[in-house]
């Protein structure tokens, strides 16, 4: 039972223009929400988050959109460089007592082309 | 300064076998959380481990053990090895138990043969 889902596996976009990655979920008890990025070979790298309290968050080309009524949010890059070309995991954050874990969606894989 | 570190990077096992993977936290970071990647998934939660002590565990088999030591590093531990335990694991540190960001290392690639 897959409650974070990132329905598209891969997406392609030119350098300069936007990057929109997508993601929904299930568990309306989930109170965080973040972005990583995972190049092969590496662990994934922390890029931006959100709280459930808010509907947006801002970190330079990269904005985070939370709808919490429709369980959806949403990654946005602009402009898209190639170095951007990665795979991109969204994962809810989720208190279970005296502890906090992640749970992951699959991941869309982002090629920025030149 | 330094990330969250690995050991080893790379491992080959045979079936049945027993590992023994190791991390080391961000300095100052007590929390650690141990993660399995299978390819083309998203990372699996194992175990968290705060001050020493088992704060979570995931859906795994009592296979898979872990623990902390006093300087904060961690020991994830699979005996028994089957197939099935081929991934990425992953180390991830935080300041605390209940911090919101994870902070991961280059992970170790297990092949189980």
């Known amino acids: 039972d897959q409650q974070v889902k990132q329905n598209s596996p891969s997406l392609s976009v030119q350098e300069g223009r936007i990057s929109i990655l997508n993601c929904d979920y299930t568990?309306?008890?989930?109170?965080?929400f973040l972005w990583y990025k995972k190049y092969p070979a590496e662990g994934p790298t922390f890029l931006i988050s959100?709280?459930?309290i808010k509907d947006k968050n801002e970190d330079g080309r990269f904005t985070v959109f939370l709808n919490k009524s429709a369980k959806h949010l949403s990654l946005h890059i602009v402009p898209s460089q190639p170095g951007d070309s990665a795979v991109y995991f969204c994962?809810?954050?989720?208190?279970?007592?005296?502890?906090?874990?992640?749970?992951w969606g699959l991941g869309t894989s982002l090629a920025v082309n030149p | 300064d330094a990330g969250v570190t690995q050991s080893p990077t790379h491992l080959i096992k045979t079936r049945g076998q027993h590992v023994t993977l190791r991390c080391s936290p961000i300095?100052?970071?007590?929390?650690v959380s141990w993660y399995q990647q299978v390819l083309g998934q998203g990372p699996q939660f194992i175990f968290q481990?705060?001050?020493?002590?088992?704060?979570g565990r995931g859906n795994f088999p009592d296979r898979f053990s872990a623990r902390q030591f006093p300087n904060y590093s961690s020991e994830l531990n699979v005996n028994a090895l089957l197939l099935g335990d081929s991934a990425l694991y992953l180390c991830?540190?935080?300041?605390?138990?209940?911090?919101?960001?994870?902070?991961f290392g280059p992970g170790t690639r297990l092949t189980v043969t």
């Open positions: 991830a540190s935080s300041p605390y138990a209940q911090s919101h960001e994870q902070y």
């Open positions: 300095s100052g970071h007590k929390s």
């Open positions: 994962a809810a954050s989720t208190n279970a007592g005296n502890n906090r874990k992640l749970i």
């Open positions: 959100i709280s459930s």
């Open positions: 568990n309306s008890m989930f109170d965080y």
């Open positions: 481990y705060y001050e020493k002590e088992e704060r």
